[in-house]
């Protein structure tokens, strides 16, 4: 079986934010902005990887999705636990210092886990956790 992870799904509530985060906080590049308004449904994804993206999309979209579920969607996402993402470089330091200077607000500074990884976490204008680890 050749199975590849192509697309994973992130929420925002302002898509001009996310992209600002996404492509100037980041670096990654926009590959679709499909949608108007807050209705837009954003494809961005690491330079040079055409493969694997990340789809910024409204969480309430879905016409099934009640009016308890929405309320309870944007409390976790105000809480930031609705979406999160790994990433992962090989320069922990430099990524970290540049993602700060961009504006993110940072949760957790570089750091050695007790587990064997070197990591930090920002998160991102919906409040998605965003944790970046160091390769080695």
């Known amino acids: 079986m050749d199975i590849t992870i192509h697309t994973s799904f992130l929420p925002h509530d302002d898509p001009e934010e996310s992209l600002a985060f ?11 902005d499909v949608g108007q308004g807050k209705m837009r449904w954003i494809t961005v994804g ?18 099934g999705v009640t009016e ?8 976790m996402m105000a809480k930031g636990t ?3 993402i790994l990433l992962a ?10 993602v700060r ?4 607000e940072v949760v957790q ?5 007790p587990y064997g990884i070197r990591d930090c976490a920002f998160r991102d204008p919906a409040g998605n956790l965003v944790r970046i680890q160091e390769l080695r």
């Open 22 to 32: 996404y492509r100037d906080v980041l670096g990654f590049e926009v590959r679709s």
């Open 46 to 63: 690491p330079v040079g990887q055409p493969s694997t993206s990340i789809l910024l999309a409204p969480p309430v979209a879905d016409p």
């Open 68 to 75: 308890d579920e929405r309320r309870t969607i944007a409390e």
């Open 82 to 84: 609705y979406g999160w």
């Open 89 to 98: 470089t090989r320069d922990l330091d430099g990524t970290f210092g540049q």
């Open 101 to 104: 200077a961009g504006g993110a």
């Open 109 to 113: 500074e570089p750091t050695e886990q």
